[in-house]
């Protein structure tokens, strides 16, 4: 009894002498809060991203690549979102160490807390597609610098150019060559190594390219016409970055 006394004393002074602080319940409350917003807020992101990983290889030319094969590796590879991966990933992986941090990880074994938050990021990202969500953050990032501050590096850098791939609106037509306006700038392509040329090849239809790029132009091994709801983010891109074609009959 004499010792917890003792004991007591012995805090009370430290207490009193400022050697120790107390903290108020407020600074805990504070600090579970910090917390559980920081989670919030990684698990938001990480949903947000995987959303609009989904929405980019819905959208965007990338998938369309592989249709053609051993050809259009290159492109595919070329136009992957890999900052959108990444951005989904390092979420995940903040709201785990918070979740580690945090008292859950005391309560339930961490491993099925881990499984249970990618299944959460995979399953919300993927209803979100029900919705239109990624199409007005895309149309946002054009309408408002904001927007297109944060978001533009990891939709608009896939719309980059590509080495092994030409996806774009048909310009001009010339004799074994074709016109490209792509979202960044209007590319010479050499067409004349296509074998079964589409009859649908005109002015003003939207095509994907695979081939080899030289300082000349582009030399084209396949190409195919794309239809008219296909990569709708190649067409808005086409709209908004690169100069809008004036397209007119020059029989009259």
């Known amino acids: ?35 559980g917003s920081a989670l919030i807020l990684s698990v938001l992101l990480a949903v947000l991203f995987f959303n609009l990983v989904l ?5 965007s030319d990338n998938i369309g690549y592989l249709s053609f094969g051993n050809y ?12 959108l991966v990444v951005s989904v990933v390092l979420m995940i992986f903040v ?17 099925y807390l881990a499984l249970g938050l990618v299944g ?10 029900f919705t239109n969500i990624a199409e007005n953050i895309e149309q946002a990032s054009y309408d408002y610098p904001q927007m297109g ?10 719309l980059g150019e590509r080495h092994g791939g030409v996806t774009g609106q048909v310009t001009e037509m010339g004799d074994g060559y074709i016109m490209i306006q792509t979202p960044h700038s209007i590319k010479k392509v050499d067409i004349t190594k296509v074998a079964n040329l589409s009859t649908d090849l005109s002015v ?24 008219g709801q296909d990569f709708q983010m190649i067409r808005s891109g086409v709209h908004h970055f690169g100069p809008r074609p004036i397209f007119y009959n020059k029989s009259r």
């Open 55 to 59: 929405f980019y290889l819905r959208a």
């Open 1 to 35: 009894m004499k010792d917890s006394s003792k004991l007591e004393e012995n805090i009370m002074s430290e207490i009193k002498s400022g050697r120790i602080k107390l903290r108020s319940k407020y600074i805990f409350l504070a600090e579970k809060l910090g917390l």
């Open 149 to 158: 501050m944060f978001f533009g590096p990891f939709l608009h850098h896939g």
């Open 120 to 129: 959460t990021v995979l399953v919300a990202g993927a209803v979100l597609t």
């Open 204 to 227: 003003g239809t939207f095509v994907m390219v695979v081939g080899d790029s030289d300082d000349s132009a582009f030399q084209a091994q396949r190409l195919r016409v794309i239809g």
């Open 72 to 83: 259009g590796l290159l492109a595919f590879l070329d136009s992957f979102p890999y900052l």
């Open 95 to 111: 709201a785990g160490l918070i979740i580690k941090k945090s008292e859950f990880a005391y309560k339930k074994p961490f491993g």
